[in-house]
Nanobody
Framework: QVELVESGGGLVQAGGSLRLSCAAS???????VGWFRQAPGKEREFVAV????????RYADSVKGRFTISRDKAQSTVHLQTTSLRPEETAIYYC???????????????????WGQGTQVTVSS
């Protein structure tokens, strides 16, 4: 099973940017890759997902126009470029993979696997 490792988190002021990365440990991975986040005291929520080819992606309404998910050519790393960050987006950001043949509204968070340990993003006001 692929293990995913997140990096790139940190402390940033409101309005700032961070580029998060999700890498497969020691190998490439070919499934859909999603980013999720969990704020203190809240449930984990979907942020973005990208297809195997990198040609299709979907975002949570709250991050549309501010976050961009991308996949490098070797498909060994998926990035989440975050901009205009808000204090309420302070959370642990996780990546995970989905190996289904297609992605639709019926796909649940529990259908994702190979969850990483997460990377902390703290946005100060």
């Amino acid at each position: 099973q692929v293990e995913l490792v997140e990096s790139g988190g940190g402390l940033v002021q409101a309005g700032g940017s961070l580029r998060l990365s999700c890498a497969a440990s020691g190998r490439t991975f070919n499934g859909y890759v999603g980013w999720f986040r969990q704020a203190p005291g809240k449930e984990r929520e979907f942020v973005a997902v990208i297809s195997r080819s990198g040609g299709w992606s979907r975002y949570a309404d709250s991050v549309k126009g501010r976050f961009t998910i991308s996949r490098d050519k070797a498909q060994s790393t998926v990035h989440l470029q975050t901009t205009s960050l808000r204090p309420e987006e302070t959370a642990i950001y996780y990546c995970a993979s989905y190996s289904g043949t297609s992605f639709n509204a019926n796909v649940k968070m529990t259908d994702f696997g190979s969850w990483g340990q997460g990377t902390q993003v703290t946005v100060s006001s």
